[in-house]
């Protein structure tokens, strides 16, 4: 995929961003006090947590091709789609949101698969992971409720969100309409033109593969699914806060709301979350009477850990698909 000198603009700008938050961040933490607090960490918890992080990873994998399944007449294997998850997450090391492309691309070159269809099942993948965030911000909320109103009273101003929200909500509603009408003429007065006839058809795959949980047969596998991915999340970052002496006293709903803070800070437009997360995930423990010093150590490594998980298992991924792909492509003489 060639990339215009604007996205790499876009790229570079974005990067630029996530480095600066690290650097201001972490410019006073020394070397030293980081190698110490890796010298006291235990392997153990580490390892466990790598393991779940992996697990993690396979169920999102197994539920994508269910969902892919469901629109499909031939059978995408699980570690297919494996693979092409774990290119996809790193992708979006390199280029923010690329991820998503990257994966339903590699699928469509070593499946065959119709690349609307995959698009409309990740939108549908994200909308569910979005329904699931949400619902673990509520427990959190519910759990932490004194903390949670705390930083929402110095994060946000109520008011203020009331005013802008009721200045600007009409404004989006009019664009909205505005541009369904817009749409609509368009490929009403061009429908026989090539190109929108290919833009329709992929519009058609898009709504299919969104609609693709109501095909899905295994309705209890689907769901149950979802709802462990989430638990992975937050096993995957228990057992790092029982791996380093600093975090190891941390209740439940403590690190259920690291979790949570650490998941907003991923969501930011930078790759990786670099930064967003690490300063999110150090302002809560900090509010736990963590030290500042203990709080941005302990982002460190629990999102060094899972980068590190990423590159090794994404590279490993990178290469059995150049070799399916090599292994496809039609010999010439």
Known sequence: MKLSIKQWIQILLSLGVAIWIFWFLYKDISIQELAQVISEVSWTWMGASILIALWGFWLRAWRWKLMIDANEQS??????????????????????????????????????????????????????????????????????????????????????????????????????????????????????????????????????????????????????????????????????????????????????MVMVMGSIGMIAPVQGGIGTFHALVAFILIRYGLSEEQGKIFAAIIHGSQVLTIIAIGLLALGIFFKITANKEPKTS
């Open 75 to 256: 059978k995408v294997k699980t570690v297919r789609a494996f693979w092409a998850l774990m290119i996809g997450y790193l992708a979006n090391l390199i280029i923010p949101r690329a991820g998503e492309i990257a994966r339903c691309g590699v699928l469509q070159k070593t499946e065959g698969s119709e690349l609307g269809k995959l698009l409309g099942t990740v939108i549908l993948e994200r909308t569910i992971d979005l329904l699931f965030m949400a619902s673990t911000i509520f427990l959190a909320f519910f759990l932490e409720r004194s903390l949670f109103l705390s930083l929402i009273a110095d994060l946000v101003s109520l008011e203020d969100s009331l005013i802008k929200i009721s200045n600007t909500l009409p404004l989006f509603i009019g664009g909205l309409i505005i541009a369904f009408l817009f749409f609509y003429f368009l490929f009403k007065r061009y429908r026989d033109n090539s190109l929108i006839k290919k833009l329709r058809h992929f519009i058609r795959d898009l709504i299919k593969g969104v609609s693709s949980v109501s095909k899905v047969k295994n309705q209890v596998g689907f769901w149950a699914s979802s709802i462990t991915i989430w638990f992975t999340y937050y096993f995957t970052m228990y057992t790092v806060a029982l791996a380093i002496p600093s975090t190891a006293s941390l209740s439940p709903s403590s690190v259920l």
